[in-house]
């Protein structure tokens, strides 16, 4: 069951165009998003975050878009750079019970910027 | 952003040993760490929640006698892979929470586990 997805194995652009990945998920009890960057052989890097309350959030060249009626949500990187490609994460965090919780991963995106 | 440390990077060793990987929040006190596993070309599954001074939460299907994992400080968290076979082979992550914003996660480099 897979909670958190990303249909797009991979993207391609031009340096200096902008870049939308995307994210679906189904379950409305997911608290935050997030987004993390990924090198081969490498640990997550974590970009940015989004509250379920709210519907955008931006960090320098990074926004993230938030639409809970579709579930739906997406990392806009403007304008891409070469220095952008690598494997993103879309992520979901659900609270449990005793102030626990734990991120669920989509399966990730391959983005390749062009110079 | 935060910096997680782990140790080994990367791992080989032999069916039926075992392998203890560390990692270590280097810049600020951690009481929650996570331990995931990559699968090539797929997503990262969570494993289990190690909390500082307790015991840790294992995921359902994550045999808990087989990966031991033990949080002894606020900055170390190590997972031990015993009686290693081949399927055992994958990459490990493991991230350390932001304080007060558990979902906030921080990620070591990962190690590699070979098991010939």
């Known amino acids: 069951d897979q909670q958190v997805k990303q249909n797009s194995p991979s993207l391609s652009v031009q340096e200096g165009r902008i870049s939308i990945l995307n994210c679906d998920y189904t379950n409305s009890m997911f608290d935050y998003f997030l987004w993390y960057k990924k090198y081969p052989a490498e640990g997550p890097t974590f970009l940015i975050s989004?509250?379920?309350?709210?519907d955008k959030n931006e960090d320098g060249r990074f926004t993230v878009f938030l639409n809970k009626s579709a579930k739906h949500l997406s990392l806009h990187i403007v304008p891409s750079q070469p220095g952008d490609s690598a494997v993103y994460f879309c992520?979901?965090?659900?609270?449990?019970?005793?102030?626990?919780?734990?991120?669920?991963f989509g399966q990730g995106t391959t983005l390749q910027v062009k110079p | 952003g935060a910096v997680v440390s782990q140790h080994p990077s990367w791992v080989i060793c032999k069916s039926g040993t075992s392998v203890k990987i560390e990692c270590r929040s280097l810049d600020f006190q951690a009481t929650t760490m996570f331990w995931y596993r990559q699968f090539p070309k797929q997503s990262l599954m969570l494993m289990a929640t190690?909390?500082?001074?307790?015991?840790?939460?294992?995921e359902q299907g994550v045999e808990k006698d087989k990966f031991l994992i033990n949080h002894a400080s606020l900055t170390l968290s190590t997972l031990t892979v015993t009686s290693a076979h081949p399927e055992d082979s994958s990459f490990y992550i493991c991230?350390?929470?932001?304080?007060?914003?558990?979902?906030?996660?921080?990620f070591g480099p990962g190690t590699r586990l070979t098991v010939t």
């Open positions: 991230s350390a929470a932001s304080p007060g914003r558990p979902y906030e996660q921080y």
């Open positions: 989004i509250s379920s309350i709210k």
């Open positions: 992520a979901a965090w659900i609270h449990g019970s005793s102030n626990t919780g734990k991120l669920i």
């Open positions: 190690s909390n500082e001074g307790s015991k840790a939460t294992y």
